[in-house]
Protein backbone atom coordinates (compact mmCIF):
# COMPACT_ATOMS: atom_id res chain seq x y z
CA UNK A 1 0.00 0.00 0.00
CA UNK A 2 1.13 3.42 -0.83
CA UNK A 3 -0.07 7.05 0.80
CA UNK A 4 0.42 10.21 -0.33
CA UNK A 5 1.01 12.86 1.95
CA UNK A 6 1.07 16.32 0.88
CA UNK A 7 1.52 17.74 4.55
CA UNK A 8 5.68 17.18 4.10
CA UNK A 9 5.37 18.81 0.70
CA UNK A 10 8.28 20.73 0.46
CA UNK A 11 7.96 24.19 -1.00
CA UNK A 12 8.37 24.71 -4.32
CA UNK A 13 11.31 26.73 -4.55
CA UNK A 14 12.74 24.44 -2.38
CA UNK A 15 12.09 21.43 -4.55
CA UNK A 16 13.19 22.95 -7.30
CA UNK A 17 16.62 23.93 -6.08
CA UNK A 18 17.14 20.23 -4.26
CA UNK A 19 16.04 19.00 -7.73
CA UNK A 20 18.64 20.97 -9.68
CA UNK A 21 21.64 20.01 -7.20
CA UNK A 22 23.24 16.83 -6.59
CA UNK A 23 24.98 18.09 -3.85
CA UNK A 24 20.89 18.59 -1.95
CA UNK A 25 20.37 14.92 -2.22
CA UNK A 26 23.36 14.55 0.33
CA UNK A 27 21.69 17.02 2.75
CA UNK A 28 18.36 14.80 2.56
CA UNK A 29 20.22 11.38 2.74
CA UNK A 30 22.34 13.18 6.22
CA UNK A 31 18.89 13.78 7.33
CA UNK A 32 17.62 10.54 6.83
CA UNK A 33 20.54 8.73 8.57
CA UNK A 34 19.73 10.62 11.39
CA UNK A 35 16.35 9.63 11.68
CA UNK A 36 17.46 5.88 10.82
CA UNK A 37 20.05 5.98 13.64
CA UNK A 38 17.26 6.88 16.11
CA UNK A 39 14.95 4.87 15.06
CA UNK A 40 17.27 1.76 15.64
CA UNK A 41 18.19 3.17 18.91
CA UNK A 42 14.48 3.69 19.85
CA UNK A 43 13.32 0.16 18.48
CA UNK A 44 16.19 -1.28 20.20
CA UNK A 45 15.07 0.15 23.41
CA UNK A 46 11.91 -0.66 23.31
CA UNK A 47 12.49 -4.12 22.97
CA UNK A 48 14.90 -4.07 25.49
CA UNK A 49 12.28 -2.24 28.23
CA UNK A 50 9.43 -5.35 26.90
CA UNK A 51 11.95 -8.20 27.70
CA UNK A 52 12.79 -6.46 30.77
CA UNK A 53 9.05 -6.21 31.88
CA UNK A 54 7.50 -9.15 30.90
CA UNK A 55 10.63 -11.87 31.39
CA UNK A 56 11.58 -10.27 34.69
CA UNK A 57 15.03 -9.78 33.78
CA UNK A 58 18.04 -7.28 34.52
CA UNK A 59 17.69 -4.00 33.25
CA UNK A 60 19.98 -3.62 29.92
CA UNK A 61 20.11 -7.57 29.12
CA UNK A 62 19.53 -9.27 26.28
CA UNK A 63 16.52 -12.12 25.88
CA UNK A 64 18.89 -14.50 24.14
CA UNK A 65 21.97 -14.17 26.85
CA UNK A 66 19.89 -15.23 30.09
CA UNK A 67 21.26 -18.79 31.11
CA UNK A 68 17.52 -19.17 32.13
CA UNK A 69 14.22 -17.15 32.33
CA UNK A 70 11.24 -17.76 34.28
CA UNK A 71 9.62 -21.25 32.70
CA UNK A 72 6.17 -20.02 33.55
CA UNK A 73 6.86 -16.15 31.62
CA UNK A 74 9.07 -18.40 28.93
CA UNK A 75 5.84 -20.50 27.60
CA UNK A 76 2.87 -17.84 28.48
CA UNK A 77 4.25 -14.40 27.26
CA UNK A 78 5.38 -15.43 23.44
CA UNK A 79 2.00 -17.77 23.72
CA UNK A 80 -0.52 -14.80 24.69
CA UNK A 81 1.63 -11.90 23.11
CA UNK A 82 1.18 -14.05 19.81
CA UNK A 83 -2.74 -14.12 20.24
CA UNK A 84 -3.03 -10.42 20.44
CA UNK A 85 -0.83 -9.81 17.80
CA UNK A 86 -3.45 -11.74 15.99
CA UNK A 87 -6.39 -9.79 17.19
CA UNK A 88 -4.51 -7.25 15.93
CA UNK A 89 -3.88 -8.24 12.88
CA UNK A 90 -7.92 -8.98 12.16
CA UNK A 91 -8.36 -5.21 13.14
CA UNK A 92 -6.02 -4.12 11.13
CA UNK A 93 -7.08 -5.92 8.11
CA UNK A 94 -10.65 -3.64 8.46
CA UNK A 95 -8.72 -0.85 8.47
CA UNK A 96 -6.09 -1.37 6.12
CA UNK A 97 -6.35 -4.67 3.81
CA UNK A 98 -3.91 -4.54 1.52
CA UNK A 99 -0.53 -5.68 2.79
CA UNK A 100 2.42 -2.85 2.93
CA UNK A 101 5.36 -2.60 0.51
CA UNK A 102 8.97 -3.63 1.73
CA UNK A 103 11.82 -1.34 0.91
CA UNK A 104 13.09 -4.62 -1.35
CA UNK A 105 9.57 -4.29 -3.31
CA UNK A 106 9.52 -0.37 -3.23
CA UNK A 107 12.46 -0.06 -5.66
CA UNK A 108 11.59 -2.82 -7.94
CA UNK A 109 7.71 -2.27 -8.61
CA UNK A 110 6.52 1.07 -6.88
CA UNK A 111 9.56 3.35 -8.11
CA UNK A 112 10.42 3.69 -4.52
CA UNK A 113 6.96 4.80 -3.45
CA UNK A 114 6.56 3.44 0.25
CA UNK A 115 3.80 4.37 3.06
CA UNK A 116 4.50 6.11 6.02
CA UNK A 117 1.63 5.18 8.00
CA UNK A 118 1.92 1.25 7.26
CA UNK A 119 5.95 1.48 7.75
CA UNK A 120 5.25 2.37 11.27
CA UNK A 121 2.33 -0.27 11.35
CA UNK A 122 5.10 -3.16 10.43
CA UNK A 123 7.84 -1.34 12.79
CA UNK A 124 5.17 -1.71 16.06
CA UNK A 125 4.19 -5.34 14.70
CA UNK A 126 8.42 -5.92 14.75
CA UNK A 127 8.82 -4.26 17.66
CA UNK A 128 6.06 -6.14 19.83
CA UNK A 129 6.85 -9.74 18.04
CA UNK A 130 10.48 -9.62 19.41
CA UNK A 131 9.46 -7.75 22.77
CA UNK A 132 7.23 -10.78 23.39
CA UNK A 133 10.23 -13.34 23.04
CA UNK A 134 9.31 -14.58 18.82
CA UNK A 135 12.89 -15.93 16.91
CA UNK A 136 12.88 -12.92 14.83
CA UNK A 137 15.31 -10.19 13.90
CA UNK A 138 14.52 -6.45 14.46
CA UNK A 139 16.54 -5.43 11.44
CA UNK A 140 13.17 -5.84 9.45
CA UNK A 141 11.47 -2.80 11.41
CA UNK A 142 14.51 -0.74 11.69
CA UNK A 143 14.90 -0.83 7.73
CA UNK A 144 11.31 -0.65 7.19
CA UNK A 145 10.69 2.32 8.74
CA UNK A 146 14.10 3.85 8.22
CA UNK A 147 13.32 4.09 4.53
CA UNK A 148 9.54 4.87 5.08
CA UNK A 149 10.99 7.98 6.41
CA UNK A 150 13.31 8.74 3.32
CA UNK A 151 10.58 7.58 1.01
CA UNK A 152 8.54 10.18 2.53
CA UNK A 153 10.73 12.93 2.46
CA UNK A 154 11.59 12.10 -1.15
CA UNK A 155 8.20 12.35 -2.12
CA UNK A 156 7.92 15.38 0.05
CA UNK A 157 10.51 16.95 -2.16
CA UNK A 158 9.07 15.36 -5.86
CA UNK A 159 12.39 13.90 -6.16
CA UNK A 160 12.90 11.92 -9.83
CA UNK A 161 12.28 7.93 -9.72
CA UNK A 162 15.87 7.25 -9.19
CA UNK A 163 16.80 10.03 -6.81
CA UNK A 164 13.25 8.63 -5.16
CA UNK A 165 14.78 5.22 -5.04
CA UNK A 166 18.12 6.31 -3.52
CA UNK A 167 16.59 7.66 -0.59
CA UNK A 168 14.89 4.62 0.15
CA UNK A 169 18.40 2.78 0.41
CA UNK A 170 19.69 5.67 2.81
CA UNK A 171 17.48 4.88 5.26
CA UNK A 172 17.94 0.91 4.85
CA UNK A 173 21.89 1.81 5.10
CA UNK A 174 21.36 4.21 8.26
CA UNK A 175 19.19 1.28 9.72
CA UNK A 176 21.59 -1.48 8.74
CA UNK A 177 25.01 0.36 9.55
CA UNK A 178 23.49 1.31 12.93
CA UNK A 179 21.67 -2.03 13.76
CA UNK A 180 25.04 -3.75 13.22
CA UNK A 181 27.75 -1.09 14.05
CA UNK A 182 28.99 -1.34 10.47
CA UNK A 183 29.06 1.56 8.27
CA UNK A 184 30.28 -0.34 4.98
CA UNK A 185 28.09 -3.16 5.61
CA UNK A 186 25.53 -1.02 6.14
CA UNK A 187 26.25 0.84 2.58
CA UNK A 188 26.37 -1.98 0.42
CA UNK A 189 23.18 -3.79 1.94
CA UNK A 190 21.22 -0.35 0.38
CA UNK A 191 23.45 -1.26 -3.15
CA UNK A 192 22.98 -4.88 -3.19
CA UNK A 193 19.36 -5.68 -1.75
CA UNK A 194 17.72 -2.14 -1.90
CA UNK A 195 18.70 -0.27 -4.93
CA UNK A 196 20.29 -3.14 -7.02
CA UNK A 197 23.16 -1.61 -7.81
CA UNK A 198 26.15 0.70 -7.37
CA UNK A 199 25.92 3.59 -9.37
CA UNK A 200 28.60 6.79 -8.60
CA UNK A 201 25.73 9.27 -8.15
CA UNK A 202 24.19 6.58 -5.06
CA UNK A 203 27.72 6.47 -3.42
CA UNK A 204 28.01 9.74 -1.60
CA UNK A 205 24.75 9.80 -0.37
CA UNK A 206 24.18 5.96 0.64
CA UNK A 207 27.39 6.49 2.37
CA UNK A 208 26.43 9.62 4.32
CA UNK A 209 23.52 8.39 5.67
CA UNK A 210 25.33 4.74 6.61
CA UNK A 211 27.91 6.87 8.65
CA UNK A 212 25.94 8.52 10.15
CA UNK A 213 23.03 6.07 10.94
CA UNK A 214 25.66 3.91 12.83
CA UNK A 215 26.78 7.57 15.20
CA UNK A 216 23.51 8.58 16.16
CA UNK A 217 22.71 4.79 16.92
CA UNK A 218 26.09 4.18 18.48
CA UNK A 219 25.59 6.95 20.69
CA UNK A 220 21.82 6.68 21.55
CA UNK A 221 21.61 2.83 22.22
CA UNK A 222 22.79 1.87 25.66
CA UNK A 223 24.05 -1.77 25.07
CA UNK A 224 26.56 -2.76 22.54
CA UNK A 225 26.23 -2.82 18.39
CA UNK A 226 27.00 -5.12 15.91
CA UNK A 227 28.72 -8.18 15.84
CA UNK A 228 31.25 -9.13 18.73
CA UNK A 229 34.24 -11.84 18.05
CA UNK A 230 36.65 -13.45 19.90
CA UNK A 231 40.63 -13.18 19.45
CA UNK A 232 41.40 -15.86 16.93
CA UNK A 233 44.83 -17.10 15.23
CA UNK A 234 46.60 -16.94 12.20
CA UNK A 235 44.67 -17.77 8.61
CA UNK A 236 46.19 -20.87 7.03
CA UNK A 237 45.96 -21.18 3.23
CA UNK A 238 43.70 -24.31 4.35
CA UNK A 239 41.52 -22.26 5.37
CA UNK A 240 40.95 -20.63 2.66
CA UNK A 241 39.90 -23.81 1.36
CA UNK A 242 37.60 -25.12 4.15
CA UNK A 243 36.03 -21.86 3.46
CA UNK A 244 34.55 -22.99 0.09
CA UNK A 245 33.39 -26.25 2.31
CA UNK A 246 31.32 -24.13 4.69
CA UNK A 247 29.90 -22.17 1.98
CA UNK A 248 28.80 -25.07 0.29
CA UNK A 249 26.80 -26.39 4.00
CA UNK A 250 25.73 -23.00 4.58
CA UNK A 251 23.44 -22.97 1.09
CA UNK A 252 22.31 -26.09 1.78
CA UNK A 253 21.23 -24.68 5.43
CA UNK A 254 20.06 -21.72 4.41
CA UNK A 255 17.63 -22.82 1.60
CA UNK A 256 16.45 -25.61 4.53
CA UNK A 257 15.15 -22.85 6.64
CA UNK A 258 13.45 -20.77 4.03
CA UNK A 259 11.41 -23.86 2.70
CA UNK A 260 10.84 -24.35 6.48
CA UNK A 261 9.21 -21.08 6.69
CA UNK A 262 7.16 -21.47 3.67
CA UNK A 263 6.15 -24.91 4.99
CA UNK A 264 5.30 -23.73 8.31
CA UNK A 265 3.40 -21.12 7.05
CA UNK A 266 1.37 -23.43 4.38
CA UNK A 267 0.68 -26.22 7.29
CA UNK A 268 -1.01 -23.48 10.23
CA UNK A 269 -2.80 -22.13 7.43
CA UNK A 270 -4.13 -25.30 5.49
CA UNK A 271 -5.60 -26.35 9.35
CA UNK A 272 -8.05 -23.79 8.73
CA UNK A 273 -7.37 -21.28 12.12
CA UNK A 274 -7.20 -17.75 12.05
CA UNK A 275 -4.31 -15.58 12.82
CA UNK A 276 -4.96 -14.97 16.59
CA UNK A 277 -4.62 -18.79 16.59
CA UNK A 278 -2.12 -18.86 14.49
CA UNK A 279 0.51 -16.49 16.47
CA UNK A 280 -0.72 -18.40 19.44
CA UNK A 281 0.50 -21.87 18.63
CA UNK A 282 3.81 -20.36 17.65
CA UNK A 283 4.28 -18.27 20.46
CA UNK A 284 3.79 -21.58 22.84
CA UNK A 285 6.36 -23.52 20.54
CA UNK A 286 8.79 -21.21 20.98
CA UNK A 287 8.41 -20.72 24.89
CA UNK A 288 8.62 -24.51 25.27
CA UNK A 289 11.68 -24.29 23.15
CA UNK A 290 13.19 -21.85 25.38
CA UNK A 291 12.50 -24.06 28.23
CA UNK A 292 15.35 -25.81 27.20
CA UNK A 293 18.05 -22.89 26.08
CA UNK A 294 16.56 -19.01 26.72
CA UNK A 295 19.23 -18.45 23.17
CA UNK A 296 16.08 -19.47 21.37
CA UNK A 297 13.95 -16.37 22.10
CA UNK A 298 14.08 -12.93 20.05
CA UNK A 299 16.54 -12.10 17.42
CA UNK A 300 19.46 -13.75 19.23
CA UNK A 301 20.92 -10.35 19.32
CA UNK A 302 22.31 -10.95 22.64
CA UNK A 303 23.49 -14.34 22.10
CA UNK A 304 26.06 -13.39 20.32
CA UNK A 305 27.78 -11.74 23.10
CA UNK A 306 26.78 -14.30 25.26
CA UNK A 307 30.08 -15.67 26.71
CA UNK A 308 28.16 -19.11 27.62
CA UNK A 309 28.50 -19.61 23.64
CA UNK A 310 31.58 -19.92 23.25
CA UNK A 311 32.48 -22.66 26.21
CA UNK A 312 29.42 -24.59 25.89
CA UNK A 313 29.53 -28.14 25.02
CA UNK A 314 29.50 -29.01 21.74
CA UNK A 315 26.25 -31.84 22.31
CA UNK A 316 24.86 -28.62 23.67
CA UNK A 317 26.05 -26.30 20.58
CA UNK A 318 24.19 -28.55 17.92
CA UNK A 319 21.23 -28.19 20.45
CA UNK A 320 21.14 -24.70 20.37
CA UNK A 321 21.51 -24.97 16.67
CA UNK A 322 18.82 -26.84 15.91
CA UNK A 323 16.41 -25.46 18.24
CA UNK A 324 16.88 -21.68 17.29
CA UNK A 325 16.60 -23.10 13.57
CA UNK A 326 13.34 -24.33 14.29
CA UNK A 327 11.88 -21.18 16.83
CA UNK A 328 12.88 -19.03 13.85
CA UNK A 329 10.78 -21.31 11.01
CA UNK A 330 8.09 -21.21 13.75
CA UNK A 331 7.88 -17.84 14.50
CA UNK A 332 7.97 -16.57 10.96
CA UNK A 333 5.99 -18.91 9.59
CA UNK A 334 2.87 -18.22 12.35
CA UNK A 335 3.15 -14.71 11.58
CA UNK A 336 5.16 -12.87 14.10
CA UNK A 337 6.87 -9.52 12.16
CA UNK A 338 10.67 -9.65 11.60
CA UNK A 339 13.62 -11.05 9.68
CA UNK A 340 16.07 -13.79 9.75
CA UNK A 341 19.47 -11.38 9.72
CA UNK A 342 20.07 -11.62 12.95
CA UNK A 343 19.26 -15.09 13.39
CA UNK A 344 21.39 -16.48 11.04
CA UNK A 345 24.29 -14.89 11.83
CA UNK A 346 23.86 -16.20 15.31
CA UNK A 347 23.25 -19.62 13.58
CA UNK A 348 26.03 -19.32 11.29
CA UNK A 349 28.63 -18.70 14.12
CA UNK A 350 27.46 -21.60 16.25
CA UNK A 351 27.50 -23.74 13.06
CA UNK A 352 30.95 -22.57 12.23
CA UNK A 353 32.10 -23.82 15.42
CA UNK A 354 30.48 -27.10 15.12
CA UNK A 355 31.81 -27.18 11.46
CA UNK A 356 35.18 -26.76 13.20
CA UNK A 357 35.53 -29.21 15.79
CA UNK A 358 33.80 -31.84 13.31
CA UNK A 359 36.67 -31.32 10.67
CA UNK A 360 39.26 -31.56 13.70
CA UNK A 361 37.85 -35.14 14.69
CA UNK A 362 37.65 -36.07 10.98
CA UNK A 363 41.42 -34.39 10.47
CA UNK A 364 43.01 -34.04 13.69
CA UNK A 365 46.23 -32.54 12.62
CA UNK A 366 44.39 -29.34 11.43
CA UNK A 367 43.75 -27.92 14.73
CA UNK A 368 41.05 -25.28 13.44
CA UNK A 369 40.25 -22.16 15.33
CA UNK A 370 36.22 -22.10 16.20
CA UNK A 371 36.69 -18.36 16.12
CA UNK A 372 37.37 -18.38 12.40
CA UNK A 373 35.22 -20.36 11.27
CA UNK A 374 32.56 -18.78 13.49
CA UNK A 375 32.74 -15.69 11.58
CA UNK A 376 33.24 -17.65 8.14
CA UNK A 377 30.06 -19.56 9.05
CA UNK A 378 27.80 -16.29 10.07
CA UNK A 379 28.74 -14.70 6.97
CA UNK A 380 28.00 -17.78 4.90
CA UNK A 381 24.60 -18.49 6.02
CA UNK A 382 23.37 -14.93 6.26
CA UNK A 383 24.69 -14.32 2.72
CA UNK A 384 22.56 -17.31 1.72
CA UNK A 385 19.69 -16.39 3.37
CA UNK A 386 19.40 -12.71 3.96
CA UNK A 387 21.68 -11.78 -0.18
CA UNK A 388 24.33 -9.72 -0.67
CA UNK A 389 27.66 -11.33 -0.32
CA UNK A 390 29.81 -7.49 -0.26
CA UNK A 391 27.60 -6.89 2.37
CA UNK A 392 27.94 -10.07 4.86
CA UNK A 393 32.20 -9.70 3.79
CA UNK A 394 32.03 -6.00 5.09
CA UNK A 395 30.08 -7.28 8.53
CA UNK A 396 33.16 -9.40 8.62
CA UNK A 397 35.96 -7.03 8.36
CA UNK A 398 34.48 -4.30 10.47
CA UNK A 399 33.95 -6.66 13.32
CA UNK A 400 37.26 -8.10 12.70
CA UNK A 401 39.67 -5.53 10.98
CA UNK A 402 41.53 -9.04 9.92
CA UNK A 403 41.93 -8.93 5.42
CA UNK A 404 43.11 -12.51 5.11
CA UNK A 405 39.87 -13.72 7.32
CA UNK A 406 37.76 -11.23 5.14
CA UNK A 407 38.88 -13.15 2.38
CA UNK A 408 38.14 -16.59 3.19
CA UNK A 409 34.82 -15.21 4.11
CA UNK A 410 34.92 -14.06 0.55
CA UNK A 411 35.08 -17.18 -0.65
CA UNK A 412 32.45 -18.44 1.82
CA UNK A 413 30.02 -16.08 0.44
CA UNK A 414 30.17 -15.99 -3.27
CA UNK A 415 30.19 -20.14 -2.80
CA UNK A 416 27.43 -19.90 -0.79
CA UNK A 417 25.41 -17.59 -2.78
CA UNK A 418 25.80 -18.86 -6.42
CA UNK A 419 24.85 -22.30 -4.36
CA UNK A 420 21.58 -20.66 -3.24
CA UNK A 421 20.63 -18.86 -6.73
CA UNK A 422 21.52 -21.85 -9.00
CA UNK A 423 19.27 -24.76 -6.13
CA UNK A 424 16.72 -21.74 -4.94
CA UNK A 425 16.93 -18.94 -6.87
CA UNK A 426 15.77 -16.42 -4.13
CA UNK A 427 16.72 -14.77 -0.81
CA UNK A 428 14.46 -14.99 1.74
CA UNK A 429 12.76 -11.20 1.04
CA UNK A 430 12.56 -12.23 -2.31
CA UNK A 431 11.24 -15.53 -1.61
CA UNK A 432 8.06 -14.36 -0.04
CA UNK A 433 7.29 -12.08 -2.42
CA UNK A 434 7.46 -14.75 -4.80
CA UNK A 435 4.52 -16.78 -2.39
CA UNK A 436 2.75 -14.32 -3.24
CA UNK A 437 3.03 -14.08 -6.63
CA UNK A 438 5.62 -11.91 -7.50
CA UNK A 439 8.10 -12.84 -9.82
CA UNK A 440 11.41 -10.57 -8.68
CA UNK A 441 14.52 -11.63 -7.52
CA UNK A 442 16.36 -8.05 -6.78
CA UNK A 443 15.56 -4.66 -6.27
CA UNK A 444 16.59 -3.47 -9.65
CA UNK A 445 13.67 -0.66 -11.14
CA UNK A 446 11.72 -3.36 -12.58
CA UNK A 447 8.17 -0.84 -11.86
CA UNK A 448 8.55 0.72 -15.26
CA UNK A 449 8.64 -2.40 -17.41
CA UNK A 450 5.01 -2.79 -15.96
CA UNK A 451 4.23 0.75 -16.51
CA UNK A 452 4.70 -0.02 -20.25
CA UNK A 453 1.69 -1.96 -20.98
CA UNK A 454 0.27 -2.59 -24.51
CA UNK A 455 -2.41 -0.25 -23.75
CA UNK A 456 -0.11 2.43 -23.67
CA UNK A 457 1.65 1.49 -27.04
CA UNK A 458 -0.62 0.07 -29.19
CA UNK A 459 -2.04 1.88 -32.11
CA UNK A 460 -5.77 2.27 -31.69
CA UNK A 461 -7.53 0.74 -34.81
CA UNK A 462 -10.77 1.34 -35.60
CA UNK A 463 -11.26 -0.53 -39.49
CA UNK A 464 -12.57 -3.90 -39.33
CA UNK A 465 -13.67 -5.83 -41.52
CA UNK A 466 -16.39 -9.23 -41.85
CA UNK A 467 -14.23 -12.61 -41.93
CA UNK A 468 -16.90 -13.64 -44.79
CA UNK A 469 -15.51 -10.81 -46.39
CA UNK A 470 -15.41 -12.56 -50.20
CA UNK A 471 -11.58 -11.95 -51.28
CA UNK A 472 -12.41 -9.50 -54.39
CA UNK A 473 -14.00 -6.98 -52.48
CA UNK A 474 -11.26 -7.08 -49.94
CA UNK A 475 -9.19 -6.44 -52.59
CA UNK A 476 -10.77 -3.63 -54.16
CA UNK A 477 -11.27 -2.28 -50.09
CA UNK A 478 -7.46 -2.38 -50.02
CA UNK A 479 -5.42 -2.24 -52.59
CA UNK A 480 -1.42 -2.88 -51.95
CA UNK A 481 0.20 -0.55 -49.79
CA UNK A 482 -3.26 0.93 -48.09
CA UNK A 483 -2.66 -1.44 -45.13
CA UNK A 484 -0.17 -4.29 -44.17
CA UNK A 485 -3.07 -6.66 -41.71
CA UNK A 486 -6.61 -6.07 -40.75
CA UNK A 487 -8.42 -7.13 -38.12
CA UNK A 488 -11.30 -9.65 -39.36
CA UNK A 489 -14.77 -10.09 -36.86
CA UNK A 490 -17.24 -12.53 -36.73
CA UNK A 491 -21.09 -11.65 -37.24
CA UNK A 492 -21.23 -10.95 -33.12
CA UNK A 493 -17.98 -8.34 -33.76
CA UNK A 494 -15.50 -10.60 -32.11
CA UNK A 495 -12.02 -11.22 -32.98
CA UNK A 496 -11.35 -13.89 -35.94
CA UNK A 497 -8.03 -13.43 -36.92
CA UNK A 498 -5.84 -11.14 -38.65
CA UNK A 499 -5.74 -10.51 -42.84
CA UNK A 500 -2.46 -9.75 -44.41
CA UNK A 501 -3.34 -7.18 -47.67
CA UNK A 502 0.06 -8.46 -49.75
CA UNK A 503 -1.25 -12.21 -49.13
CA UNK A 504 -4.87 -11.09 -50.48
CA UNK A 505 -3.24 -9.57 -54.01
CA UNK A 506 -0.99 -12.59 -54.37
CA UNK A 507 -1.74 -15.07 -57.54
CA UNK A 508 -2.29 -18.30 -55.13
CA UNK A 509 -5.09 -16.00 -53.56
CA UNK A 510 -7.22 -16.42 -56.90
CA UNK A 511 -8.76 -19.63 -55.93
CA UNK A 512 -10.05 -18.21 -52.56
CA UNK A 513 -13.58 -17.12 -52.29
CA UNK A 514 -13.36 -15.45 -48.76
CA UNK A 515 -10.76 -14.17 -46.67
CA UNK A 516 -11.62 -16.28 -43.90
CA UNK A 517 -8.84 -19.07 -45.47
CA UNK A 518 -5.80 -16.66 -45.25
CA UNK A 519 -6.52 -15.10 -41.82
CA UNK A 520 -3.37 -15.27 -39.15
CA UNK A 521 -3.27 -15.69 -35.56
CA UNK A 522 -6.82 -16.64 -35.16
CA UNK A 523 -5.70 -17.64 -31.39
CA UNK A 524 -3.15 -15.18 -30.43
CA UNK A 525 -3.71 -11.83 -29.31
CA UNK A 526 -2.62 -9.36 -27.08
CA UNK A 527 -4.49 -7.98 -24.36
CA UNK A 528 -4.48 -4.22 -22.63
CA UNK A 529 -2.94 -4.70 -19.54
CA UNK A 530 -0.25 -6.58 -20.96
CA UNK A 531 3.51 -5.36 -20.21
CA UNK A 532 6.17 -4.83 -22.52
CA UNK A 533 8.00 -8.27 -21.47
CA UNK A 534 4.73 -10.29 -21.65
CA UNK A 535 3.88 -9.29 -24.72
CA UNK A 536 7.41 -9.70 -26.56
CA UNK A 537 6.94 -13.38 -24.97
CA UNK A 538 4.09 -13.29 -26.97
CA UNK A 539 5.44 -12.07 -30.11
CA UNK A 540 7.81 -14.59 -29.99
CA UNK A 541 5.82 -17.47 -29.24
CA UNK A 542 3.41 -17.02 -32.39
CA UNK A 543 6.77 -15.48 -34.60
CA UNK A 544 4.27 -12.62 -35.38
CA UNK A 545 5.40 -9.25 -36.69
CA UNK A 546 1.85 -7.45 -35.53
CA UNK A 547 -0.79 -8.86 -33.33
CA UNK A 548 -4.41 -7.43 -32.67
CA UNK A 549 -5.49 -6.18 -28.95
CA UNK A 550 -8.70 -7.52 -28.05
CA UNK A 551 -10.54 -6.88 -24.58
CA UNK A 552 -9.28 -9.17 -21.65
CA UNK A 553 -13.25 -10.23 -21.11
CA UNK A 554 -15.43 -12.87 -22.99
CA UNK A 555 -16.82 -10.29 -25.53
CA UNK A 556 -13.21 -10.34 -27.31
CA UNK A 557 -13.83 -7.27 -29.61
CA UNK A 558 -10.82 -6.10 -30.69
CA UNK A 559 -9.31 -2.16 -29.81
CA UNK A 560 -6.17 -1.58 -31.58
CA UNK A 561 -2.51 -3.56 -32.80
CA UNK A 562 1.15 -3.47 -32.02
CA UNK A 563 3.81 -4.22 -33.84
CA UNK A 564 6.78 -6.22 -32.53
CA UNK A 565 9.22 -3.60 -34.22
CA UNK A 566 6.64 -0.35 -32.07
CA UNK A 567 7.07 -2.48 -29.16
CA UNK A 568 10.83 -3.24 -29.20
CA UNK A 569 11.93 0.55 -30.01
CA UNK A 570 9.35 2.03 -27.09
CA UNK A 571 11.31 -0.72 -24.64
CA UNK A 572 15.05 0.49 -25.78
CA UNK A 573 13.88 4.26 -25.71
CA UNK A 574 12.54 3.49 -22.33
CA UNK A 575 15.33 1.52 -21.00
CA UNK A 576 17.89 4.41 -21.89
CA UNK A 577 15.85 7.18 -20.24
CA UNK A 578 15.67 4.54 -17.30
CA UNK A 579 19.55 4.75 -17.44
CA UNK A 580 20.57 8.22 -18.38
CA UNK A 581 18.36 9.34 -14.92
CA UNK A 582 20.72 6.39 -12.82
CA UNK A 583 23.99 8.03 -13.65
CA UNK A 584 22.22 11.47 -13.80
CA UNK A 585 22.91 12.55 -17.18
CA UNK A 586 19.36 14.14 -16.59
Known sequence: MVADFRFIEAPQRLRAFVRAHETSLILLAAVIGTIGGLVVAAMGAAVLKMHEVLFAIPAGEHLSSQERIDPLRAVLVPGIGGLLLGGAFL???????????????????????????????????????????????????????????????????????????????????????????????????????????????????????????????????????????????????????????????????????MRGVALCEAALTGIGIGPPARLAIGGLCVGLLALVTPQVMSSGHGALFYSGIVIMPLKMTAIVFVLKSLSSIISLGSGFRGGLFFATLFLGAI??????????????????????????????????????????????????????????????????????????????????????????????????????????????????????????????????????????????????GLAPVAEAHTPEAGEITHIESILHYKDVVLHPAMNIQQAIAVFDAAEAETLAVVEADDDKRPIGVLTEAHAMRRYAEESERRRREVVGDV
Not at 207 to 232: D, E
Open 351 to 496: GGRLFAAGFDAAWPGLDLDPDIYAVIGMSALSASVIGGPLTMSFIALESTGNLWLTSAVLIAVIISTLITRELFGYSFATWRMHLRGETIRSAADVGWIRDLTVKSMMRHETVTVASTMPIKEFREKFPLGSKTQVIAVDAEGHYA
Open 91 to 257: LLLRWRPAREVDPIEANALHGGRMSFRGSVIVALQTIWSSGVGASVGLEAGYTQLASGIGASIGRGFHLRRADQRIMVGCGAAAAIAGAFGAPLAGAFYAFELVIGGYTPASLTPVGVAAVIGYLVAHNFLPLSLGVSVGPFGVIFSHDLAIAALIGMFAALTGISI
